[in-house]
């Protein structure tokens, strides 16, 4: 049986957002079981929390973002990542801010920070989602094709192709966790020169 995680102790992160270019200050705190995954705004009047669940994200253009409107939570999914990376079940991302900085445009700073304060395990069962059947989704607009398979175990493929030559096609893959850290975390945003 596999048990649910969290970090040992909290740890800060400064830097800019990609998109708004404002500093924000993230602050990453142990939670208890069964919490999840939580990203609260602290920078508004009424303070905001949204769990990092698939259906509260509004956006995926260039990024994800938990919400709507002015309470939005941008550019999650590097911090995203290293926490599932990682393996952490619980956590509290504190913001006074509106979106994650950027910091190297991949998830290993965070890794690298995940790694430092530690991760430790807690009394209640993971919860494990079941894949029985396969799906299928594909995306018009953007071209994205997604396929989810029944396996034994959690394992990634990703391919990307580009007409341009400087990205052209690029693969990353990760048949368990323990190859996490060099396989994924280090994969890195790109943008065009012409969206910018």
Known sequence: MEYQHTINKEFRVTGPGLHTGRTVTVTVKP???NFGIAFRRIDR?????QQALAGRVGETSRGTTLGSGRNTIA???HLMSALHGMQVDNALVELDGGEVPILDGSARPWLLQLARVGIRQQQEPRKVATITEPMHFEFAKTG???DVEPADHFSVHCDIDFADSVIGRQTA???NFSEYPASIAPCRTF???HEV
């Open 31 to 33: 939670a208890p079981e």
């Open 45 to 49: 009047i009424n303070i905001i929390t």
């Open 75 to 77: 550019t999650i999914e």
């Open 144 to 146: 994205s094709v997604f």
């Open 173 to 175: 893959e990760m048949n």
């Open 191 to 193: 943008v065009f020169l």
